[in-house]
């Protein structure tokens, strides 16, 4: 199976500021069609997850665009240009190239 | 607005069995990639099961034989029948619409279920 990682594993924020989350492959996830099969999802304290990125950069519907996906191949992050309240919880990022899908171990976001 | 409303969830013993539901509206289940994720208490997330449009059905290596993921077309409802269940099933389950990638790849899951609740415990 792919092994997903993802640093830090915490990550205390300030309300304005801008954060990052980096999530890694164990194998590429980039495909000859051009698509990197990596979502990332956000679960919200008591709540489901919630997809935001799929195919490594695509915004969700609905998804505000301070949520933006990049990278390629093994190497992905997350970012968020500015961080509000709401955006608390776990994001986990998850390949989907390969079955099993598996998921990284997630990265805690909170309020410094 | 699509949805997914999920059952079926509780208390069972090591050995025995229970089925999930997992009711959709605003779709059709069978024009959509299905799964079933879990997460066990204070864990992050595994990756199930999944059916496909077509009926075709993949699970992880540590549910194979023992879980059977299903569809009824006329309830517009998946199914997760969990039997021979262990302690290291217990875990908040977790249905969701994805897309289908080929090969029984899901991901894109854009739809998720409330989860519920299996415990595994004498």
């Known amino acids: 199976d792919i092994v997903m990682t993802q640093s830090p594993l915490s990550l205390p924020v300030t309300p304005g500021e801008p954060a990052s989350i980096s999530c890694r492959s164990s194998?590429?996830?980039?495909?000859?069609?051009?698509?990197?099969?990596l979502d990332w999802y956000l679960q919200k304290p008591g709540q489901s997850p919630q997809l935001l990125i799929y195919f490594g950069s695509h915004r969700a519907a609905g998804v505000p665009d301070r949520f933006s996906g990049s990278g390629s191949g093994t190497d992905f992050t997350l970012k968020i240009s500015t961080v509000e309240a709401e955006d608390v919880g776990v994001y986990y990022c998850m390949q989907a190239l390969q079955t099993p899908g598996t998921f990284g171990p997630g990265t805690k976001v909170d309020i410094k | 607005e699509a949805q997914l409303v999920q059952s079926g969830g509780g208390l069972v013993q090591p050995g025995g069995s229970l089925r999930l539901s997992c009711a959709a509206s605003?779709?059709?289940?069978?024009?959509?990639?299905m799964g079933w994720v879990r997460q066990a208490p204070r864990r992050g997330l595994e990756w199930v099961s999944v059916i496909s449009g077509g009926g075709g059905t993949h699970y992880a290596d540590s549910v194979k034989g023992r879980f059977t993921i299903s569809r009824d077309t006329s309830k517009n409802t998946v199914y997760l029948q969990m039997n021979s269940l262990r302690g290291e099933d217990t875990a908040v389950y977790y249905c969701?619409?994805?897309?289908?990638?080929?090969?029984?790849?899901?991901?894109?899951?854009?739809?998720w279920g409330q989860g519920t609740t299996v415990t595994v415990s004498s």
């Open positions: 194998q590429s996830l980039l495909q000859s069609n051009g698509y990197n099969y």
């Open positions: 969701a619409r994805g897309h289908h990638y080929g090969s029984g790849r899901w991901g894109n899951a854009d739809v």
């Open positions: 605003g779709f059709t289940v069978t024009d959509n990639y």
